[in-house]
T-cell receptor, first 109, second 114 residues
């Protein structure tokens, strides 16, 4: 079966750095997405990785290792507004997105 | 309209009733999707449409139907609602011509079946 695993909840301090991990087992691989979802709102796109390595976009970076079925999202200089759920999703061989349950990130002052 | 719009925003529905959730996008995206999101579970695909006139079943299609008469609209119908269909429903669209294109989501419909 297809499976995406991420931690259910994480807590971090404002100004710090946090890494949210995602491991996956899917039938085929056509890229991995990270989305941010604030409570009560729609998911919004953060990043896309299809090749191994690190993609940096401002305070957010996303890493992929296809051989390990592993990705992480790195958030630097955390702000209170970063409190949200972070969703990992893999596009499988049928170009359908398989979603993880999301990681709820709590930022404390 | 800018982006993708869902209606209604929320609804309380009696079990056994029929309900259609509406979704409209103005981005001319060829692909559209309906997901449900339940606490502790990832987004689960109900139905999808890769282009106007075609639809397909996702992971959890039972009890739901869709149609795609044109590019912009993708309504989701619950023929006879049951309490297990209580969920938050998200419609999304993407330009599926390239796999790296992001999906854009509507604001969601919170449905409670009682």
């Amino acid at each position: 079966g297809q499976n995406i695993d991420q931690p259910t909840e994480m807590t971090a301090t404002e100004g710090a750095i946090v890494q949210i991990n995602c491991t996956y087992q899917t039938s085929g691989f056509n890229g991995l997405f990270w989305y941010q979802q604030h409570a009560g709102e729609a998911p919004t796109f953060l990043s896309y990785n299809v090749l191994d390595g690190l993609e940096e976009k401002g305070r957010f970076s996303s890493f992929l290792s296809r051989s390990k079925g592993y990705s992480y999202l790195l958030l630097k200089e955390l702000q209170m507004k970063d409190s949200a759920s972070y969703l990992c999703a893999v596009m499988d061989s049928n170009y359908q997105l398989i979603w993880g349950a999301g990681t709820k990130l709590i930022i404390k002052p | 309209i800018a982006g993708i719009t869902q209606a209604p925003t929320s609804q309380i529905l009696a079990a056994g009733r029929r309900m259609t959730l509406r979704c409209t996008q103005d981005m001319r995206h060829n692909a559209m999707y309906w997901y449900r999101q339940d606490l502790g579970l990832g987004l689960r695909l109900i139905h999808y449409s890769n282009t106007a006139g075609t639809t397909g079943k996702g992971e959890v299609p039972d009890g739901y139907s869709v149609s795609r008469a044109n590019t912009d609209d993708f309504p989701l119908t619950l023929a006879s609602a049951v309490p297990s269909q209580t969920s938050v429903y998200f419609c999304a669209s993407s330009d599926s011509s390239a796999p790296n294109t992001e999906a854009f989501f509507g604001q969601g419909t919170r449905l409670t079946v009682v």
